[in-house]
């Protein structure tokens, strides 16, 4: 199984960015994203199902921050806006073979490399 993330980069506060997450070598049942910050803890962004459209957020991001997937491209994508500088991280895709449930729950199966976001003011 590999999760290929990318799409991250140097932006300004206020920009919007669009990460996106190829899977390959296996079936999920649900991806999501995280990010993890320097010096903090890995935190959880977003999860997808895969055969469906349930969607899941924390509530602290207050719908800047988007999920969707093209079944396709085995690709899941994170649209970013209104960056602010605290969003400075790096964010990691990862995978589920049952259900977004445990993704969004911090419990995947599988992360990606990580990509790195950088917010500038």
């Known amino acids: 199984v590999q999760l290929q993330a990318s799409g991250g980069g140097l932006v300004q506060a206020g920009d919007s960015l669009r990460l996106s997450c190829t899977a390959s070598g296996g079936n999920f049942g649900g991806m999501g994203w995280f990010r993890q910050a320097p010096g903090e803890k890995r935190e959880f962004l977003a999860a997808?199902?895969?055969?469906?459209?349930?969607?899941y957020y924390p509530d602290f991001l207050k719908g800047r921050f988007s999920i969707s997937r093209d079944n396709a491209k085995n690709t899941i994508y994170l649209q970013m806006n209104s960056l602010k500088v605290e969003d400075t991280a790096v964010y990691y895709c990862a995978a589920h073979n049952i259900s977004y449930y445990f993704v969004a729950r911090g419990l995947p199966e599988y992360w990606g490399q990580g990509t790195l976001v950088t917010v500038s003011s």
């Open positions: 997808i199902g895969w055969d469906d459209d349930m969607t």
